[in-house]
Every structure is written in structure tokens, then in C-alpha cells.
């Protein structure tokens, strides 16, 4: 799949505490994707950005929250390991409660907390300038004690299967 605009998952918009995982590459300048969006106007917002292409290039972690169709609190931060061009990533994005935890290839690139947004599924989109394509997402949700545990859900979507919320 290649995001043009958001595109969020309409099943997963209920969920409140999950694991997505998927696997991407960054095909022009960034890849995005979003989570807790309950809707195309409310989301929170994370980028893998180039920022310096060449030999060496160097890339960032950028985060921010839409609500009611604003974009707020834009973060940038130095992604803390290379990156390099026509290569695959995986993702791993926790979200629990107020506490979100960005993981790239296995290693911790971000952590951050935010109330203001209780629910809501995953997506992903671009931005102008932008171009990237996800091969795969796989979307747990996480509920509290054993039994919980034992009834978890767990989606396994090809990327066709992510369309807009209504």
C-alpha cells in the first residue's frame, strides 16, 4: 500500500490499548502513520523524516497531535540510528493508557505521554513531498488481567484491507 492522505483502519477505532506493528520503507522523504484516531480530524501523528540524503543520510522522529483538524505540539528528534535508502523498517508502536512507545527495528526511538486522546484505531498517510509504501500491519490489542490475555484480539491486515473512516 502507498498512504495518500489518511487512510485509518475502521475496525480498530474503538480500541484503546494496543500494539501495531508493520513494515515500511521510506520511498521519498518520509513515512507516517497515526494511531488513536477515532476519526480523519483527531489523531496522533508520528514520522520517520530524512533529513540529510546522501552517503550518510540522517533522519528524525517527528510527532504531533491533530485534534479537531489542528495540528499541535509538533516534536522533532534525532532518529538514534542510521537509516539508509530502499531499506525495510519495522515498527512496533505500544499505546497504553497515556504512555506511547515508538520502536524501530527493535530499538526504542521514542517515548512520550498524552491524555487527550482515549481511543481510536491506526492509519497512516502522507504528507506533500512525501512517499512511502507498508508491506504488512499486524494490530494487537492489549486488555488488562489473565483472562483478558487469554481473549485478546489480534488483526492481521493486508494493506488493502485499511480504508477511511466515515
Known amino acids: 500500500m502507498r498512504p495518500n492522505g489518511l487512510k485509518i483502519w475502521k475496525p480498530s477505532v474503538r480500541l484503546a490499548d494496543y500494539r501495531m506493528e508493520f513494515e515500511g520503507q521510506i520511498d521519498k522523504n518520509a513515512m507516517s502513520w497515526a494511531f488513536r484516531a477515532p476519526d480523519l480530524r483527531n489523531y496522533y501523528a508520528t514520522k520517520i523524516v530524512v533529513r540529510k540524503s546522501g552517503a550518510l543520510p540522517t533522519a528524525e522522529i517527528v510527532r504531533y497531535a491533530v485534534l479537531n483538524g489542528f495540528e499541535s505540539d509538533r516534536q522533532r528528534l534525532?532518529?538514534?540510528?542510521?537509516?539508509?535508502?530502499?531499506?525495510l523498517y519495522h515498527v512496533q508502536m505500544s499505546v497504553r493508557g497515556n504512555q506511547f512507545t515508538t520502536r524501530v527495528n527493535g530499538q526504542i526511538v521514542d517515548t512520550w505521554a498524552d491524555s487527550r486522546l482515549?481511543?481510536?484505531?491506526?492509519?497512516?498517510?502522507?504528507?506533500?513531498?512525501?512517499?512511502?509504501?507498508?508491506?504488512?500491519?499486524?494490530?494487537?490489542?492489549?486488555?488488562?488481567?489473565?483472562?483478558?490475555?487469554?481473549?485478546a484480539m489480534g488483526f492481521f491486515v493486508s494493506p488493502v484491507g485499511l480504508y477511511l473512516v466515515d
Open 78 to 87: 534525532p532518529l538514534p540510528m542510521s537509516i539508509r535508502p530502499d531499506t
Open 118 to 151: 482515549r481511543r481510536g484505531g491506526i492509519g497512516f498517510f502522507t504528507d506533500k513531498g512525501e512517499s512511502s509504501s507498508i508491506h504488512w500491519v499486524d494490530v494487537h490489542e492489549d486488555r488488562q488481567g489473565i483472562f483478558g490475555r487469554l481473549f
